[in-house]
């Protein structure tokens, strides 16, 4: 996977998981979801998720490869960031990072997957390797 495949895939999931939060399968409150307390998105959470799902989708179409690239290693530094503060305040009550909800385990697990998946992404950069068929075919 490249880091536009990234931004697309990505893009679609938050989305995916805004939607499911706004509707009441996974949110927006702990009754609400199919989850329980296990795993919920608050109203702040999925206004934020449709937003990095949006902008997502926008800049893998607009952005330079390099750029996508960047975003990409911030997605997945501030995957990891908000994983790692949301496993150490689970025990303090919500709202309790910037206003949202990460109190719940899953939540926190979702992060990482996301921040592992950002920087696995990235992969090797691919160089360019001329077209010696082509170039054969002009001698």
Known sequence: MNPKKFLIATGILFIIVALLGAIGIIGPTSDKSI????????VKQNIVYAFLGSTCLVFSYFLSTPTQRALVVAIGI????????????TKHPSPNFFGANLENPLDNIFNLVVGIWALLSLGRREEHKPNLIRSASHS
Request: aromatic share 36%; charged share 5%.
């Open 78 to 89: 501030l995957a990891f960031v908000v994983s790692i503060v949301g496993f150490f305040i």
């Open 35 to 42: 989850f329980s307390s296990l795993w919920y998105f608050d």
